[in-house]
Structures are given as structure tokens and as C-alpha cells.
């Protein structure tokens, strides 16, 4: 049985398609209207900006560069590197970029050497896992910020049979035929998360071996706990776990974050393409899962393993979709799925100590048409008791983003029993509102974006960055003033700055601050600063950092629309302040088929470490010269070893600067 769209060559694009599942319902006011009273929706559409219609929605920062067009010196002081693609990574001159750690590398004591001809689960799950995401770093000792030494997170999001393991080749019309239980335990035992102890020695970084911090935590075999108001639920409660408290692993991590206190958070999120099976119209979870696309189908281990097969255990999937806090400094510690934080595809989790000592976290469902949330804390966070803010997280209060046509933004409480989250209405708990958080979110009206994948937020001016990766489903009459575009292939990012600069507050304002894509290209719709170069653009924006100096750096992810851009997948800076806010300059740039993750600074910002994810699978038939479908035996490229017999491998890279200094000074 062959769930999967077949138009999709690689699982890579095929989780690109989970982003078009898109049942949606909300029905939200847009901007729409009220962008074309004030200056022609036939105008507006067409991109043909007026002066006013941009300082509307693009702030009056950018409308000044555009007026002036000044020329201001850059915060980003490196040579640009050139759009393109080919079989390996580039960083702008006068930077090395070194591999790190690769898939199949030892991570603990006792594993033995990879061997992609002979892999099994038990070997997997000592060793480095697949498709590296989300890095976040913890200085060691905690609370030093040391910039040399240190534990490394990272998630590991996704797995690409077709180049991981020989004879599998591209899954067809006729399944899974080639996919085998044990193959798909080592599948599963290379999901989930790697902690690694790393230093910097004589100038160059490694990996600590066999240090007592480095730890695998998979989705075969790693228990945890779960918190917070769905605990104990009827609706998490299995065959397994009769209480609704434990769960084994945590499956599709994509960013994440690391707070104040040292604590690891790590985002599930297209859980529902691991789920098989079919619910009857009538079945109690029936509406729910379509809400989320579940089943997904995309891989058949419901056909072999029960619990990922929702007719034996239906509740199985209600039980993934959250946030899990992992305590990186103990590698004997339960992870936590924290419930109160909503369940929806979590693409990542930023956080910032208000100045109230709350923590708030800000979060998006990467899926088109979704919602950008946050997560305010009841307590406070204790500087003096790291332990005593373990459990921080399971109290407090969710919110989800209204954006207004007037460029104001309210916070709207997802609270049971206030406004429509009543038994009325089908939320008869809290467990129900987070449950069933996109429900809610559509009861409350909040509004639906292009794809909210990462969040960034700066701890120096606290505006937060919003990257809206892309939204081909869009129709002219669903544009607003937040999601400006019709069938927006390219994307943008969304500034928000919180009333009085206050992370708890209830309302803000935005700006659209780029709309991505070739500016060159008129029917495009993209807007920069005219300082743009021509390799400055991006396009699909997705994760991002902002480094200790206040810059922010953007990563893409252009999935299999790579030929609609032309260039790899990269890492751009992109100026926020000042005569050149809006202005674009590459960095950095990914091998064919891959997509570009991460990305973490250290503390010192001398050390840029950034996440390549499935080298050689996505999109590659697209461009001349890789003009087929990746597989084991035959890979677009074989990046990073360049070995005959040795597959392409998800790999984390570190930057620096030769000689030393800051990044990008």
C-alpha cells in the first residue's frame, strides 16, 4: 500500500508536499480588502507599488532606502560568494569550512565504524543520525559562555532511504517492496537527537570521543515523559502507555532552540507522514487528523510496526507534534514532551527571558496557511536553581498571531473556556484547545501565513523575525497585507516588535521586511533594497540566527523549486537597520540537492556552525548536469567524502575565519 503523492521522486519533496495538505479552515479577515480600497487590488497584485502602498506594508525603513537608494557601509564585511550549483560547498574567501561530524560518525563510547553496506539499528543508534537540523550549543562549564568548549544539539529530522541504504532505489508504484522491518529501524534509530561534546584545539574544532555527555536519543528505543495540561489525557492514552505519560522517541525534529537555563528544546514536526492506516469519518480523531494531514503514508512502517498504524493504535499520533525539553548537561535524563507549548508541526522554538524573568517562546506550524504562536510562562526563570526551571515550561499561556490590516498584531489567548474554546464548540479541556491546537487556532480566527517556519528573536532590540518560506496555494483573493503575494513561490519575512518592547505583550505591530525572489524578475513581485546585489536575493527563506551583534543570517530551504532560483540553497545576511535594511549578501552556499540548516553562532560569534541536510536528494534531475533521481548506487554527488561506495552524508559544518576574528567582520 503506496500512500504517497507518486508525483514527488525523493522523500525529500515529499515532505515538501506534506506542506500542501492544507486544510485550513479559518476564516479570518485578510488585508486584502483593505489594501485595495487604499490603493487598487489590480495595482497592488501586479506588484506595481506605490510609494504609500510600500511604506505601508514594507515600513518606512525600507521606503527611505528606496527613495535614496543610500549606499551606508555594510555590518556584513566578507566578499559575496555567487549564486549556482554544484557537487560541493562554498564559503565567501577568506573562510574555512570544515566537516564537523558526519552521519555514521561515533558519537558514544563503544560504536562501532560506519558501514553503509552493513548497517544495523544497534550500530545507528550509537552513531551520529541523518539529516542534521537544528544546532544549538552550551558552553561547558554552564553559565561560563565559553566560546571553545562545549555541548553541541542537534536534531536529526528525516531519513532518505533511496541514498541511505543499497537496493533500495526510489520507492515506486509498487510501495515499499525493498523497505524491510529492519531497514526501518535503522531508520528509525537515525531519527531523534545527537549531543555531542566538542573543543576547539590548537584552532581547530573536534568532536570529544567517548565523552560522558555524548548521547543518542532515538524514536526506536529512547523513553519520555510527558507534561502539562494533555498528560494523562484519554485521548494520549495507548496500548503502551495506559497512563498518557510516556512515549518512546520523537520523530521528524526540525529546529528547535536552547533557553536561558542550558535546557535543549527540539520541534516535531511533519509527524504525520509516518502514520499508515485509514479512520472511518466517524471515528472520534477523525476530524483532528485531517486538520493535520495524518496518515501521511510516506513511509510504511504502520505496515510493520502497530504503533505507527492508526486503525490498532489511533491515539498514537495525538502523541507527537509537540516540543521535547532535553536536559543536555545530564545524559541520563528523561526527555519531557511539553504539552502546554501546543501540538502542531513545530518548526522551531526561540526563546527570550522577558523582562519580567518570564520565558517566552515563539513558534511556527510550518504548513501553508498556519499560524505563528508564542508561549508566555507563568514563572519565572530562577538564576540561581538551574533545576528549578525544569517544569517552567508546563505552566503558563499560548498564544497565536491575528496580524491586522492596519499593522497592528494581537496575541489571541488559547485558553479553554474563553471565547469559542468552550465544550460548544468540541474543546471540552485544555487538553482539547492543545490537542487540537490548529482547531483552536482556526476558532479564534488568527491568521493564516505562507508557511511560518523558524522564529528569530533579538535579545538586543526584541523584534522578532518570522521567516514565511513560501505559499504556491495562495490565490488572489486570500493575498493580505502579511502574506502580500498570490502563488508566492519565493517567500518573505515578517518583522514584529512587541508593544513596549514587552515579549509578554498581548498586541505589536509588523513590517514586512524583504519579499524574496529575483528583484530582476518582474513578475516576481520581490522587494529588497536596491543595494541588493545580484547574488543577494534569496529565495524560500527558513531558519535563522541573530548573532551577538544584533545581525541576522538567514537559511533556505527551496525544497524541489530549486530550479525556480537557480543557485543552491545558502545562507544569506540580511541587514535590518538602518539605509541598507533589506539588503541581502551571500554567504555561504550548500551541494547539490541539499538544504541548508542549522545555523548557530558561538558565544564569541567566531565560530558560524551550520547543518547540510540530505546532500544529492532534492530536486537534482532539475538541473543540467544532475539530470536524475538520486540513489545509493548512483548519487548526484557524493559530498562530503567524494569515496566510491560511500553515499552522500548529512554532515554539520563549523566556519571560521582564517587567521581568526568575528564572522561577517
Known amino acids: 500500500m503506496d500512500q504517497r503523492d507518486p508525483q514527488f521522486s525523493c522523500k525529500a519533496e515529499a515532505f515538501e508536499a506534506a506542506e500542501d495538505v492544507g486544510r485550513n479552515q479559518s476564516q479570518a479577515p485578510t488585508f486584502g480588502d483593505v489594501v485595495a480600497a487604499r490603493f487598487g487590488r489590480r495595482n497592488f497584485l501586479r506588484g506595481s507599488l506605490t510609494a504609500t502602498a510600500v511604506a505601508a506594508t514594507f515600513g518606512p525603513s525600507l521606503l527611505r532606502s528606496m527613495d535614496a537608494a543610500a549606499q551606508t557601509t555594510s555590518r556584513y564585511v566578507f566578499e559575496e560568494i555567487s549564486h549556482g550549483v554544484d557537487e560541493t560547498h562554498h564559503v565567501a574567501p577568506g573562510y574555512n569550512a570544515d566537516i564537523l561530524i558526519r552521519w555514521g560518525d561515533p558519537v558514544v563510547a563503544g560504536s562501532p565504524a560506519f558501514d553503509p553496506h552493513a548497517q544495523t539499528a544497534a550500530a545507528q543508534e550509537m552513531q551520529f543520525g541523518y539529516n542534521n537540523d537544528f544546532v544549538g550549543y552550551v558552553g561547558l562549564p554552564f553559565g561560563s559562555n565559553n566560546p571553545d568548549h562545549g555541548l553541541l544539539c542537534v536534531n536529526h529530522e528525516y531519513t532518505n532511504e533511496e541514498v541511505m541504504f543499497p537496493g533500495v532505489g526510489v520507492q515506486d508504484e509498487t510501495g515499499f517492496a525493498n523497505m524491510t522491518p529492519d531497514l526501518i529501524e535503522i531508520e528509525m534509530a537515525a531519527h531523534g537527537n545527537s549531543i555531542i561534546e566538542i573543543e576547539k584545539v590548537d584552532g581547530t574544532w573536534r568532536v570529544v570521543a567517548d565523552s560522558p555527555y555524548n548521547r543518542r536519543i532515538s524514536l526506536r528505543s529512547t523513553p519520555m515523559e510527558i507534561s502539562g495540561p494533555a498528560a494523562g489525557d484519554a485521548r494520549m492514552k495507548t496500548a503502551y502507555d495506559a497512563a498518557g505519560t510516556r512515549v518512546i522517541g520523537t520523530v521528524n525534529n526540525c529546529a528547535g532552540g536552547i533557553t536561558a537555563y542550558g535546557s535543549y528544546l527540539t520541534c516535531e514536526e511533519n509527524f504525520n507522514g509516518y502514520f499508515w492506516g485509514e479512520l472511518t469519518e466517524d471515528h472520534p480523531e477523525n476530524a483532528n487528523y485531517d486538520r493535520y494531514g495524518v496518515p501521511g503514508g510516506w513511509y510504511n512502517w504502520g505496515e510493520h510496526f502497530s504503533r505507527f498504524n492508526i486503525n490498532q493504535e489511533p491515539n498514537e499520533a495525538n502523541r507527537f507534534g509537540w516540543i521535547v525539553e532535553i536536559d543536555p548537561l545530564d545524559p541520563h535524563s528523561v526527555p519531557v514532551k511539553r504539552t502546554a507549548l501546543g501540538r502542531f508541526k513545530h518548526e522551531g522554538a526561540e526563546s527570550i527571558v522577558a523582562d519580567s524573568g518570564q520565558l517566552v517562546v515563539y513558534m511556527g506550524d510550518d504548513e501553508r496557511f498556519d499560524y505563528i504562536y508564542k508561549f508566555v510562562s507563568a514563572g519565572t526563570v530562577n538564576t540561581e536553581d538551574r533545576a528549578a526551571n525544569f517544569g517552567l515550561l508546563d505552566e503558563g499561556t499560548l498564544y497565536v498571531a491575528r496580524f491586522n ?261
Open 405 to 665: 490590516e492596519d499593522g497592528t498584531l494581537d496575541w489571541l489567548p488559547m485558553v479553554h473556556g474563553e471565547g469559542p474554546l468552550t465544550a460548544e464548540n468540541g474543546f471540552n479541556s485544555q487538553a482539547d484547545v492543545l490537542i487540537g491546537t490548529r482547531l483552536a487556532g482556526d476558532a479564534l480566527g488568527a491568521t493564516p501565513m505562507d508557511r511560518p517556519e523558524d522564529l528569530g528573536v533579538s535579545a538586543t532590540t526584541k523584534k522578532i523575525y518570522a521567516m514565511l518560506t513560501n505559499n504556491t496555494r495562495r490565490t488572489a483573493e486570500q493575498v493580505d497585507g502579511a502574506n502580500p503575494r498570490a502563488d508566492n513561490a519565493f517567500g518573505h519575512i515578517v518583522e514584529i516588535t512587541e508593544t513596549g518592547d514587552d515579549n509578554t505583550a498581548t498586541t505589536g505591530t509588523w513590517e514586512v521586511l524583504v519579499q524574496c525572489g529575483d528583484p530582476a524578475a518582474g513578475d516576481v513581485g520581490a522587494v529588497w533594497n536596491p543595494a541588493t546585489s545580484e547574488n543577494g536575493w534569496f529565495a524560500a527563506p527558513d531558519n535563522c540566527v541573530i548573532d551577538s551583534q544584533g545581525r541576522l543570517w538567514v537559511s533556505t530551504d527551496q525544497g524541489g523549486g530549486w530550479a525556480r532560483s537557480g543557485t543552491a540553497d545558502g545562507i544569506w545576511g540580511l541587514e535590518t537597520e538602518g539605509d541598507l535594511r533589506g539588503t541581502g549578501k551571500m554567504f555561504f552556499r550548500v551541494p547539490v540537492g541539499a538544504e541548508m540548516c542549522g545555523p548557530c553562532f558561538l558565544p564569541d560569534d567566531q565560530t558560524f556552525i551550520v547543518a547540510v541536510q540530505h546532500p544529492a536528494t532534492d530536486g537534482t534531475a532539475a538541473y543540467p548536469g544532475f539530470e536524475r533521481t538520486s540513489t545509493f548506487e548512483d548519487p548526484a554527488t557524493r559530498w562530503p567524502d567524494f569515496q566510491d561506495g560511500m553515499p552522500p552524508r548529512p554532515s554539520v559544518v563549523v566556519i571560521t575565519k582564517q587567521g581568526g576574528g568575528v564572522i561577517g567582520s
